[in-house]
C-alpha cells in the first residue's frame, strides 16, 4: 500500500516596476513584476513549499535561501526540479498539485493551459494532475490594491510502501 501525504505552501512578492513577470513558469506582459531574489514566481514557490512540506523537509528558504548568490535571478523552474529531486531522494512522488493564485491583473485565466503544461514537464507527472485556478480579491487587501501576487499551493505525494518483515523495512 502506498503512503500518502499532503502539503500546503503559500507564498507573496510584491510587483515593482523594472521586473519581468514570471508566473506559473511562464513570462507574462504586464507593467510590473514580482521582486524576489529569484524570478519571484509565487505561484512555483508555493508549490514548492507545499511539496517540501508534503514530505517534511522544511521551506523552500531553508533549501535555496535568498542570501546564496547561486539563486540570484534563478528561473524558479530550476527550483521546482531540485525540490522534486528531493523528494525522490526520500522515496516521495508528485501524486497532484492544486493551486490559487490570487491577482488583480493581469488576467491569467488564458495564461493557465501553458502554466499546467510548464509545471506538469518540470515535476514528470500528467497536465491532469496539476490544477491551477485564479481569483482577485474584489480590491481588497495588498493583492487588491495591486501591491503583490500571493499563491496557495495544496499538493499530495505518494511514497511506495517498503517491504516489510516482522515489522521492518527489508
Not at 5 to 11: L, M, N, P, S
Not at 31 to 57: E, F, K, T
Not at 85 to 107: F, H, I, M, Q, W
Not at 123 to 146: P, Q
Amino acid at each position: 500500500m502506498a503512503k500518502i501525504r499532503v502539503g500546503f505552501g503559500y507564498d507573496v512578492h510584491r510587483l515593482v516596476e523594472g521586473r519581468e513577470l514570471w508566473l506559473g513558469g511562464i513570462r507574462l506582459e504586464h507593467d510590473r513584476g514580482l521582486l524576489g531574489h529569484s524570478d519571484a514566481d509565487v505561484l512555483i514557490h508555493a508549490v514548492c513549499d507545499a511539496l517540501l512540506g508534503a514530505a517534511n523537509m522544511r521551506d523552500i528558504g531553508y533549501h535555496f535561501p535568498d542570501t546564496a548568490g547561486e539563486y540570484e535571478n534563478i528561473d524558479s523552474k530550476v527550483l521546482l526540479r531540485k525540490t522534486v529531486a528531493l523528494l525522490a531522494s526520500k522515496g516521495y512522488a508528485v501524486g497532484n498539485v492544486d493551486v490559487t493564485v490570487c491577482a488583480e491583473r493581469p488576467k491569467l485565466n488564458p495564461h493557465i493551459p501553458r502554466m499546467k503544461q510548464v509545471l506538469a514537464a518540470v515535476m514528470g507527472v500528467d497536465e491532469e494532475d496539476v490544477s491551477i485556478k485564479a481569483t482577485t480579491t474584489e480590491r481588497l487587501g495588498f493583492t487588491g490594491r495591486e501591491e503583490g501576487i500571493a499563491a496557495y499551493a495544496v499538493v499530495l505525494v505518494e511514497r511506495a510502501a517498503l517491504a516489510c518483515e516482522g515489522g521492518k523495512p527489508l
